[in-house]
């Protein structure tokens, strides 16, 4: 069996419900109604209840970036590369809404737990909003590949041990 660590970005219990209702709907009008329309509706209800994230095979060393929807995950496996440390990252995140000719755009802050090997390339395994959930997720990593965790959440970045 294969050790297998997955993150995927969390997807409310409301959205799966709704998307798998709107996917049996989706059916039912694609039987009766119309196929275009009812095809429409399961592109929908795909897009509520699907997420993206990261994967990493620790018996074969293969990471993936996936697409992943009711548990399902889509994504190539690529070689893993050796890893030096984890970095936990504070950002910002743009998301630009537009709506009957008017648009806002919202900032929020986010958190990366970036993995980083070859000394400054990296893989960016996980996305969060909260700062506790990004350092469980680097405390694990720590654990599997034995290395050490730079925090980079402040303006001065500093090495943590545990």
């Avoid at 009008?29 to 994967?55: D, K, N």
């Avoid at 950002?91 to 986010?110: P, W």
């Amino acid at each position: 069996m294969n050790n297998i660590i997955t993150y995927t970005k969390p997807v409310s219990t409301f959205k799966i419900i709704f998307g798998a209702i709107v996917i049996l709907f989706a059916f039912y009008i694609i039987f009766f109604e119309s196929i275009l329309f009812g095809c429409f509706m399961i592109g929908f209800a795909v897009y509520l209840a699907s997420t993206t994230g990261s994967q990493y095979n620790m018996d074969n060393n293969t990471v993936r970036n996936i697409w992943s929807i009711f548990g399902i995950h889509f994504g190539k496996w690529k070689v893993g590369p050796n890893f030096e440390y984890i970095s936990v990252f504070k950002g910002k995140q743009k998301q630009r809404v537009n709506s009957l000719g008017a648009s806002t755009t919202f900032i929020d802050e986010i958190f990366l737990v970036n993995l980083f090997y070859d000394r400054n390339k990296h893989l960016t395994f996980y996305r969060t909003f909260e700062k506790e959930a990004a350092f469980k997720i680097a405390k694990h990593f720590q654990l599997v590949f034995n290395i050490d965790i730079l925090d980079s959440t402040e303006r001065e970045q500093k090495w943590l041990s545990y």
